[in-house]
């Protein structure tokens, strides 16, 4: 049993020739939107991976809700613990998507996912308690994630924190960490250490492990991933795809390493099955309906 808690958002996705830059209008040429959210997609992936998820989000009392409700229900996903805004909308993000180089930029409007309270995050302790593993991210308000965070750790819960997108953490909820997943350039603004060598991400690691985190991943796009124990360190190569769609990688990788983790798979092994999780998905548009079932992913690793 697993935990995810994090965003929702309706991805509103446009593909483009190439982004605009301020002031500037492009023509499009196709629009696509569809469930989305970090916290949501990794819930997903892992969920479709084969993990036992109970997701949390919070959404609105609106038709973008009833995306994630809808999404959650096709997929037989425990909607119980989604908290719910009686005043703030749900949730969007505005995606554009170079068809050229497939490079995006987002703006994301994060609505009720930026309103949870703390007796919210009280109420979800029993929950946190019966998880091996939490895994959060830092797109709902910080003190959400500090405190859900602070719970798991309390309770012994394995904390694996994505730290997407990007925000100065404390050292404090550094600390209580157990598998920190930033990519490249997460890691060079967290630690100060630009990420281009092998050594560089040592150092990186080195920094993490000065504030508590026990165990350094750090996602290098499609060169992989990086991972340092303390004890143990080397990187798992990806796998070598044709990339339409690289928006929710991320997502699509800490999806599949926590479903992986949660059967017992050691880190290494976990880090090679989200890879492979993960280049599934760069192979589709969307970020939610993206993410490969467990049956794609066994048969492209056993190819
Ligand atoms: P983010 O999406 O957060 O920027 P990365 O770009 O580091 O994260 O990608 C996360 C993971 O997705 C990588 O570690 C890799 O497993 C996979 N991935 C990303 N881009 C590609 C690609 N072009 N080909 C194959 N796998 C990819």
Not at 47 to 57: E, F, I, Q, S
Not at 286 to 294: H, I, K, L, Q, Y
Request: with cysteine.
């Amino acid at each position: 049993k697993v935990t995810v808690f994090g965003s929702f958002v309706v991805d509103l996705m446009g593909r483009t020739p190439h982004l605009p830059a301020a002031g500037e209008t492009v023509k499009g040429t196709v629009f696509k939107m569809g469930p989305g959210g970090k916290g949501f997609n990794q819930g997903v992936a892992a969920h479709k991976a084969g993990a036992d998820v109970t997701m949390v989000t919070k959404l609105g009392r609106d038709a973008f809700a009833d995306i994630a409700l809808n999404t959650m229900n096709e997929l037989h996903m425990d909607t119980g613990r989604v908290l719910y805004s009686e005043t703030t909308e749900t949730g969007c993000a505005l995606i554009m998507v170079d068809e050229n180089s497939s490079q995006n930029e987002i703006v994301v409007i994060l609505g009720a996912c930026n309103t949870i309270t703390d007796q919210e995050v009280d109420s979800l302790e029993d929950l946190v308690a019966r998880s091996e593993y939490l895994l959060t991210q830092l797109e709902t308000n910080v003190s959400s994630v500090e405190r859900i965070v602070d719970i798991a750790y309390r309770k012994g819960v394995k904390v694996i924190l994505n730290t997407a997108p990007v925000q100065p953490v404390s050292d404090d909820l550094l600390g209580k960490i157990d598998l920190i997943t930033p990519n490249e350039v997460e890691a060079e603004i967290l630690t100060g250490i630009k990420v281009d060598s092998e050594e560089a991400a040592d150092k990186a690691a080195d920094w993490f492990f000065s504030k508590g985190v026990k165990n350094v991943l750090i996602t290098l796009g499609q060169r992989g991933v990086y991972i340092n124990t303390g004890e143990k360190k080397g990187i798992i190569p990806a796998y070598k795809v044709e990339a339409v769609d690289t928006t929710g990688a991320g997502d699509a990788f800490n999806g599949g390493l926590l479903a992986a983790l949660a059967e017992g798979k050691n880190l290494w092994e976990a880090a090679d099955f989200a890879n492979a999780l993960a280049a599934l998905s760069v192979q589709k548009i969307g970020t939610t309906p993206s993410m490969p079932v467990r049956e794609e992913i066994d048969a492209f690793m056993a190819a």
